[in-house]
C-alpha cells in the first residue's frame, strides 16, 4: 500500500496539496484525471518519491529499508515512474542529439541503436514473456532518432522493466500520440504487467478508453479531490471505418505541396512507396496512419527538414526542392507544431515565462498575444516559469507561440496531446475560426474525431 497522509507541497513559493490524504491499497489500478494544471503529474511524483512534501508523510508500506540510501535504491526498484516527457529523457544519456537526426543518413555516423539503451540488459530483454504484439526484437538495431512516438513507447516502457520488475508502474500520458493499435497494444500490455507481473497501474490519461485492469478513477481539481470511485471495465467502442476521402473536392487549384512517385528508404527498408499527393491552397487534411508509417517524415519533407526532398519530386509553393530556394526561404511561410518541440525545448528557456519566451521569438505580430492569452483562458501560469507549468499547459504556450503568426500553411503533429477535454475544445474552436482565412492545414491525429470536426480531406498511409 502507498499512503499519502496530510501532505502538504511547496513549489515556486505555492503550497499546493495542502493536508492531502490518499490510500492506494494492493489490488487497485488506478486512472487520475482532471483539467490541465489540476497537479495530476505532481501528484505521481509524490506517490512514486520523486519529489518531497515540506508537511505530512508519504508512507511506501512494501519497503522495508534499514536508512536512507537503502530506502532510496528499493524505491527506484520497485517504484518505476515513466514520465510525459519520456523522450527528453530518454536521450538525455546521449550527447548531441537532435530531432532533424532521424530523417539523415546514418551510415556514417555513430548514432546510438536501441540495443544500446539497454546497455547490460538487454539479455533479460529475451526472458520476459509478453504478447508478440509488443515484441521489440525488430527494433534493436534502429537508431533511436528513427523510432517513432509509439516505438519510443514500447522501448522505453520495457527498458523500466529489465531493470526490475517493480511494485508499482506510473506512467503519466502514455496514451498520447499513439493510433487506435498502437493503444489497444498498450493497454493489453499494461493489463499483461498487472496480471502476470503483479505490479500495480497508476496512469495519467484524458481517454475514455483504458486498460481493463483499472479499477478506481481519482479527478483532481486545483490539487484536491473533486471525485474519486470505482471504475466497471468496459470494453473499448470500435474503431471507426478508415475511408481515404474524395480528393477531387479541392477548394482551389493551386498547389502548395506536391508529392510525386514519393520513395523514402532507410537501409533498404522502405518507409513510403510511391505516393503521390497535391495539397491544394486552402484545403483542410488529416495524415493518418499507423505510428511508424511516415507521417511525421512527410512533414519533415515540406517543412524543409529532410534532405532527402532534394532526390526526389517534392514541389512546394510551386517550386521543386533544390531549385535555388533557401530552407529559410520555406520555413517562413510555413507555421509547423509538432512533438519535438516539447521534447527539445531549449534548456536556457525552461527559467523564461511563457509569456517570456513568446516574446523572445521573432514575431510579425507581437501585439495579439494578449487576444489569444485571453482566448485560451491561460492567464493564471501565462507569467510562470516554464518548468513550473504542466504538460497542458506547455502545450497550449508552445501553440499560442505557433498561432502569433499567420502563415500560408499550417502543419500540425499531434497538436492535442496533454490537453484535457475543454483545452482540447478551445483548440479545435480556435482552428475552425483559424481555417476561415486563406490558409492550407494538415493535421496529424489518431482521432477520429478530429478528423470529422475539422478536415475534408484525408491521405493515409499504411
Not at 88 to 108: C, P, T
Not at 353 to 364: D, F, N
Request: glycine share 6%; proline share 4%.
Amino acid at each position: 500500500m502507498i499512503e499519502l497522509n496530510n501532505v502538504t507541497l511547496l513549489k515556486g513559493g505555492r503550497k499546493l496539496f495542502e493536508n492531502f490524504s490518499l490510500k492506494i491499497r494492493p489490488g487497485e489500478h488506478w486512472v487520475i484525471q482532471g483539467d490541465n494544471g489540476a497537479g495530476k503529474t505532481l501528484l505521481l511524483q509524490l506517490i512514486a518519491g520523486a519529489i518531497h512534501p515540506v508537511s505530512g508523510e508519504v508512507h511506501h508500506h512494501f519497503i522495508a529499508a534499514e536508512d536512507w540510501d537503502d530506502y532510496y535504491h528499493q524505491r527506484l526498484q520497485k517504484i518505476h515512474l515513466v514520465p510525459t516527457h519520456w523522450l527528453q529523457a530518454f536521450l538525455s544519456g546521449f550527447d548531441g542529439l537532435f530531432y532533424q537526426q532521424r530523417y539523415y543518413s546514418v551510415e556514417e555516423t555513430n548514432l546510438p541503436k536501441v540495443r544500446d539503451a539497454f546497455g547490460e540488459d538487454l539479455q533479460k530483454l529475451r526472458v520476459l514473456d509478453f504478447s508478440e504484439s509488443f515484441n521489440i526484437n525488430n527494433l534493436l538495431e534502429l537508431e533511436v532518432t528513427r523510432l517513432s512516438n509509439g516505438q519510443l513507447k514500447k522501448v522505453i516502457i520495457m527498458r523500466q522493466l529489465v531493470k526490475s520488475v517493480p511494485k508499482f508502474l506510473i506512467l503519466d500520458y502514455p496514451f498520447d500520440g499513439l493510433d487506435a493499435e498502437s493503444r489497444r497494444d498498450l493497454s493489453g500490455f499494461i493489463d499483461e504487467i498487472a496480471l502476470k507481473l503483479g505490479t500495480q497501474i497508476i496512469i495519467v490519461d484524458h481517454g475514455p478508453s483504458l486498460p481493463n485492469v483499472i479499477n478506481r478513477r481519482l479527478v483532481l481539481n486545483k490539487f484536491n479531490i473533486e471525485k474519486i470511485g470505482e471504475i466497471v471495465p468496459a470494453p473499448a467502442p470500435p474503431s471507426a471505418p478508415v475511408q481515404e476521402q474524395n480528393t477531387a473536392k479541392a477548394l482551389a487549384a493551386e498547389p502548395v505541396v506536391e508529392m510525386k512517385d514519393l520513395t523514402i528508404a532507410y537501409s533498404g527498408k522502405k518507409i513510403i512507396s510511391g505516393l503521390d499527393w497535391r495539397i491544394n491552397r486552402g484545403e483542410r487534411w488529416a495524415l493518418t496512419g499507423r505510428n511508424g508509417s511516415g507521417k511525421t517524415t512527410l512533414f519533415s519533407l515540406i517543412y524543409a527538414d529532410h534532405p532527402m526532398a532534394y532526390s526526389q519530386k517534392v514541389f512546394l509553393f510551386g517550386r521543386r526542392r533544390g531549385s535555388g530556394e533557401s530552407i529559410w526561404d520555406i520555413k517562413k511561410r510555413i507555421n509547423y507544431f509538432g512533438p519535438e518541440q516539447i521534447h527539445f525545448l531549449n534548456s536556457g528557456h525552461i527559467t523564461s515565462s511563457g509569456r517570456e519566451y513568446i516574446l523572445l521569438q521573432a514575431h510579425k505580430n507581437p501585439g495579439r498575444l494578449q487576444q489569444l492569452i485571453d482566448f485560451f483562458e491561460s492567464q493564471a501560469y501565462i507569467d510562470e516559469p516554464l518548468r513550473n507549468l504542466s504538460s497542458g499547459q506547455l502545450q497550449l504556450v508552445l501553440l499560442m507561440n505557433m498561432f502569433l503568426d499567420d502563415k500560408e500553411l499550417l502543419l500540425l503533429d499531434e497538436p492535442f496531446q496533454f490537453l484535457d477535454p475543454h483545452n482540447h475544445a478551445k483548440v479545435t474552436q480556435y482552428l475552425n475560426h483559424y481555417l476561415e482565412r486563406d490558409i492550407t492545414l494538415v493535421l496529424i491525429t489518431h482521432d477520429e474525431r478530429d478528423v470529422a470536426r475539422w478536415t475534408q480531406l484525408r491521405k493515409r498511409l499504411n
